[in-house]
């Protein structure tokens, strides 16, 4: 089986969220069950900054609608293949893969993404300049979401899937750019890339690709729905005998907390008492009051309403009077940002804030926090709250997408079956998440309850093996 598996962010490389770690950790468990898979990726000054020695493998100088582009080969970190598209006039510039350094979307992401489905769907068609042809193509979200329309009118085309990772993302553009990007004027239209008047790229993605899956079970359902369809659930209702709910696994080596460099203090579900090293650590790294006993509550996320971040600023004042502490690191957007530094400001010793990325802070909060929260409004899987349960950090979760699907909340028919792992909340709002909250903490005082907690969660197998194979199933059976 070759796969190739076009993908706008790659941890380490480049990675935004959750779309980062799954475009890494898929391909790596795909490759280690002997799946010939290959990354191609943007050719973002981080990347190429990371990979000093990749070796050309295929020009193109002519795509129309775009500059020229060189083809680039080398490997993941990890061993992968990778394939890395260099177009400097696109890709080689400061910011992030879809902003600029002042958080605004690039003028040009139609051509940006554009360029990386167009190359997908070359190489996933006769046309091809190279040697190695995909049996199949894989596509994740909107930026690679023209490679269907593409490749449905390429010659011997490879069958495709569309992965959603999150349907409220859908790259909207005119619709005359879709003709400035190479694509027939027979697709402008309802069936094909049209979506409301404008190009959709998600759109596209789902209409042309052979199959579509997203990363959780019951996400699959809910975009099927008015509620969470973002005016997309007409199609993957019509769609849905080729729509497949696949939940994402978690990096078990990156995210181990008996064998993680990031921590002050390595542990396991045996040892678990090594967790308070790294609560003490994280207490003094963010500048909060010394207190083993007080609960520490992290919070980890893209500061956006999608993640309910108003909702925890929201409570913070109770939080406080319980009193717990609260940790909390993201970047977003302008407004609740500033609204996190001036909580830490406000309650400096039992609120402490970074605004950026931090990867190893991340893992500081995981292993050191004793609650995660995590109050979604909508979650088409969520990776947080498995680290945190693997860390034996117990998570508090909306009931919403792939927090359904991973999480088991706390009673006392879920405790006595040993399978309660967290806190679920059914209405996202202030009183459902502080309700929550409340039980949490109750829990937490219990000690007896509180290690079942943790034992549950910690020996949970979120790994990538079970869902890797359900992904190669799909693949094997659109080839044949
Ligand atoms: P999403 O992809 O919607 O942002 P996920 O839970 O799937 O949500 O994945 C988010 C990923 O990004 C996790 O690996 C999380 O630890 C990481 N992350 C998010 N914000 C930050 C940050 N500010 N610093 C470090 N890691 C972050
Ligand atoms: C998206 C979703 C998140 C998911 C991630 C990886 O960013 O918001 O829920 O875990 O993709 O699939």
Partial sequence: ?????????????????????????????????GVDVRILLPGYPQVLKALPFLQPAADFPLLPGFPPARLLSGAMPDGVPLWVID???LYRRGGGPYQDEHGQDWLDNAHRFGLLSKIAAVLGSADSPLD????????????????????????????????IHNLAFQGIFPLHTALELGLPGECLQPEGVEYYGNLSFLKAGL???????????????????????????????????????ILNGIDTTEWNPAADPNLVQTYDAANIKGKSANKRELQRYMGLYADPDVPLLGLVSRFTYQKGLDLVLEIAPQLVEMPA???????GEAGMQS???????RYSGQVGAYVGFDERLSHMIEAGADIFLMPSRFEPCGLNQMYSQRYGT?????????????????????LKRGEATGFVFDSADAPGLLGAVRR??????????????????????????????????IYSRLVR
């Fill in 440 to 473: 949490a903490v109750a829990a937490y005082r219990n000690k007896k309850t509180w290690r079942a907690l943790q034992r549950n969660g910690m020996a949970k197998d979120f790994g990538w093996s079970r869902s890797a194979v359900a992904y190669r199933d």
């Fill in 207 to 245: 209409h042309y690709a052979s199959h579509i899956t997203t990363v959780s079970p019951f996400y699959a359902e809910e975009i099927q729905t008015d509620a969470l369809g973002f005016n997309m659930q007409g199609l993957l209702a019509h769609r849905r005998g080729v729509l497949s709910g």
């Fill in 87 to 89: 177009c400097p006039e």
């Fill in 394 to 414: 117990p998570p508090v979760v909306h009931a919403t997408g792939g927090l359904i699907d991973t999480v088991v909340d706390c009673n006392a028919v879920t």
């Fill in 339 to 345: 609204k996190v530094l001036e909580l830490s400001h």
């Fill in 1 to 33: 089986m070759r796969l190739l598996f076009a993908t706008s962010e790659a941890a380490p490389l480049i990675k935004t969220g959750g779309l980062g770690d799954v475009s890494a950790a898929l391909p790596a468990a795909l490759h280690g069950m």
């Fill in 132 to 163: 190695w042809k995909p049996d199949v193509l894989h596509c994740s979200d909107w930026q690679t979401g023209l490679a269907p329309a593409y490749l449905h009118f390429a010659p011997d085309a490879a069958p495709c899937v569309m992965t």
């Fill in 325 to 331: 502490q609260l940790v909390l690191l993201g970047s």
